[in-house]
């Protein structure tokens, strides 16, 4: 189960014993949309999100439906929150 607020991804997992995972929206790097065959024809797909949080590099959240749009409500909600922080990504290689 996700939940995407203002400023953070949310991610809960579990049934009998729950852990909630939690991403500052500024730490995302890079979204990848990936749709294998079978997600096509259901109208399904995965959603990779490359962080630089240091404790979850890679996020995948798996079989979402193409019908809401996440990525691209992820993607918009990003750039927002960068913009009100003021926080911009540098790589140092």
């Not at 400023?7 to 939690?22: A, D, P, Q, W």
């Not at 630089?52 to 809401?68: A, E, F, N, R, Y």
Request: net charge negative; charged share 30%; proline share 2%.
């Amino acid at each position: 189960v996700f939940e995407l607020t203002n400023e953070r991804l949310k991610m809960t997992e579990g049934i009998f014993s729950k852990v909630t995972e939690t991403l500052e929206l500024y730490r995302v790097k890079d979204i990848e949309v990936l749709q294998p065959f079978i997600y096509r024809i259901v109208g399904l797909e995965n959603i990779k999100v490359n962080t630089s949080d240091l404790s979850s590099p890679v996020i995948l959240l798996d079989g979402i439906s193409q019908k809401i749009g996440f990525a691209d409500k992820l993607r918009n909600q990003v750039e927002i929150i960068r913009a009100q922080k003021k926080v911009r990504e540098l790589d140092i290689e």
